[in-house]
């Protein structure tokens, strides 16, 4: 496999209200690779979405990143750890958007509804091209045509509120890719869209993905759209990656109680009619009362007590690319 052009290495995003600290992610590492798409997937409040706003450096105050690396494999060969960048310098404004492109989980409210959605996309263009306003604006109309927005020529002087979630959301792809990045992160690309519209949208990355080439990060607390589009998986609890590794063995050998758990709720054609869903016992602790050692430990069905509720942990290498943060898995315990 080819060198990873991203890799995430016990990220630390942590915020410092004056309540206390939240741990939002604590100690994340991944790998992104060229041409493939990487799933975090995980209930809300999890740090998935703080995650993705990290490698940006677009943490909202009073958060920060605090530790670790995020290192990036630049379009001229140079690896950039991104933590160490000043997040308002102008290569860190260079990797927004011209290596990175982001999708916003609520298009409606990351839309300007002052200015036409050509101006919004025609203004992404000139801040990593450099092109004349036609340019830009044919540019932009080829963008929305490239994403399935009918009649561009003409939507390009709509406004976001004269379109539906679905051509929101399109124009949102657009944005992302307005600077031809070489990495997509969409983050819960299918929130508050209908069955088919959220099907059209999948469809639309994918293609897009293959087209381009482009290194993807899905963020969503759907399984059944991590099945559909991920290559590899990366399961996240409490700002923690607790197991990850290829999306087949994720799905048809899942190790970690989350994961499992995660996978029994998803509903089933072949359930009995009128069957009760199965649900994951508790909720998630509250950000200043995490609990000790394992933090899924409270709502594991596995819990060993004084083992589970001592320290956190470690990671457990299950084959070449499956990994388990887990007390059932380890040195002298079978697997």
């Given at each position: 496999?080819?060198?990873?052009?991203?890799?995430?290495?016990?990220?630390?995003?942590?915020?410092?209200?004056?309540?206390?600290?939240?741990?939002?992610?604590?100690?994340?590492?991944?790998?992104?690779?060229?041409?493939?798409?990487?799933?975090?997937?995980?209930?809300?409040?999890?740090?998935?979405?703080?995650?993705?706003?990290?490698?940006?450096?677009?943490?909202?105050?009073?958060?920060?990143?605090?530790?670790?690396?995020?290192?990036?494999?630049?379009?001229?060969?140079?690896?950039?750890?991104?933590?160490?960048?000043?997040?308002?310098?102008?290569?860190?404004?260079?990797?927004?958007?011209?290596?990175?492109?982001?999708?916003?989980?609520?298009?409606?409210?990351?839309?300007?509804?002052?200015?036409?959605?050509?101006?919004?996309?025609?203004?992404?263009?000139?801040?990593?091209?450099?092109?004349?306003?036609?340019?830009?604006?044919?540019?932009a109309i080829e963008?929305?045509?490239?994403?399935?927005?009918?009649?561009?020529?003409?939507?390009?002087?709509?406004?976001?509120?004269?379109?539906?979630?679905?051509?929101?959301?399109?124009?949102?792809?657009?944005?992302?890719?307005?600077?031809?990045?070489?990495?997509?992160?969409?983050?819960?690309?299918?929130?508050?869209?209908?069955?088919?519209?959220?099907?059209?949208?999948?469809?639309?990355?994918?293609?897009?993905?293959?087209?381009?080439?482009?290194?993807?990060?899905?963020?969503?607390?759907?399984?059944?759209?991590?099945?559909?589009?991920?290559?590899?998986?990366?399961?996240?609890?409490?700002?923690?990656?607790?197991?990850?590794?290829?999306?087949?063995?994720?799905?048809?050998?899942?190790?970690?109680?989350?994961?499992?758990?995660?996978?029994?709720?998803?509903?089933?054609?072949?359930?009995?009619?009128?069957?009760?869903?199965?649900?994951?016992?508790?909720?998630?602790?509250h950000p200043y009362?995490?609990?000790?050692?394992?933090?899924?430990?409270?709502?594991?069905?596995?819990?060993?007590?004084?083992?589970?509720?001592?320290?956190?942990?470690?990671?457990?290498?299950?084959?070449?690319?499956?990994?388990?943060?887990?007390?059932?898995?380890?040195?002298?315990?079978?697997?």
């Amino acid at each position: 496999m080819a060198e990873p052009i991203l890799s995430v290495r016990n990220l630390q995003t942590y915020f410092r209200p004056d309540e206390g600290i939240v741990r939002a992610v604590d100690g994340a590492s991944f790998d992104l690779y060229p041409g493939r798409t990487l799933g975090i997937v995980g209930e809300s409040g999890c740090g998935k979405s703080v995650t993705a706003r990290s490698i940006l450096r677009i943490v909202d105050r009073p958060g920060k990143v605090e530790g670790g690396e995020i290192v990036l494999r630049r379009h001229d060969g140079r690896l950039v750890d991104i933590v160490g960048l000043d997040e308002s310098g102008a290569e860190m404004r260079d990797i927004r958007g011209g290596e990175i492109g982001y999708v916003f989980q609520e298009p409606m409210s990351s839309l300007s509804a002052f200015y036409t959605i050509g101006n919004q996309v025609m203004e992404a263009i000139h801040l990593h091209k450099r092109v004349t306003e036609k340019e830009a604006r044919d540019r932009a109309i080829e963008l929305l045509h490239l994403v399935g927005i009918p009649r561009p020529e003409q939507r390009v002087d709509s406004y976001s509120f004269e379109l539906s979630g679905g051509l929101r959301q399109r124009v949102m792809i657009a944005l992302a890719l307005a600077a031809e990045p070489r990495i997509l992160i969409a983050d819960e690309p299918t929130t508050a869209l209908d069955v088919t519209t959220q099907a059209q949208i999948l469809e639309l990355i994918r293609k897009i993905q293959e087209e381009r080439k482009l290194a993807v990060v899905l963020i969503t607390h759907d399984m059944g759209v991590i099945a559909e589009m991920a290559d590899a998986v990366s399961v996240m609890y409490l700002g923690k990656i607790v197991e990850s590794g290829p999306v087949d063995e994720i799905f048809h050998a899942p190790k970690h109680p989350y994961t499992q758990a995660l996978l029994r709720s998803i509903p089933s054609v072949l359930a009995e009619p009128r069957s009760r869903l199965a649900t994951i016992s508790g909720s998630i602790p509250h950000p200043y009362a995490r609990p000790p050692g394992c933090t899924f430990n409270p709502r594991c069905g596995n819990f060993m007590p004084g083992k589970c509720d001592q320290a956190p942990p470690p990671a457990t290498t299950l084959s070449a690319d499956h990994e388990v943060r887990c007390f059932l898995y380890g040195e002298g315990v079978a697997t």
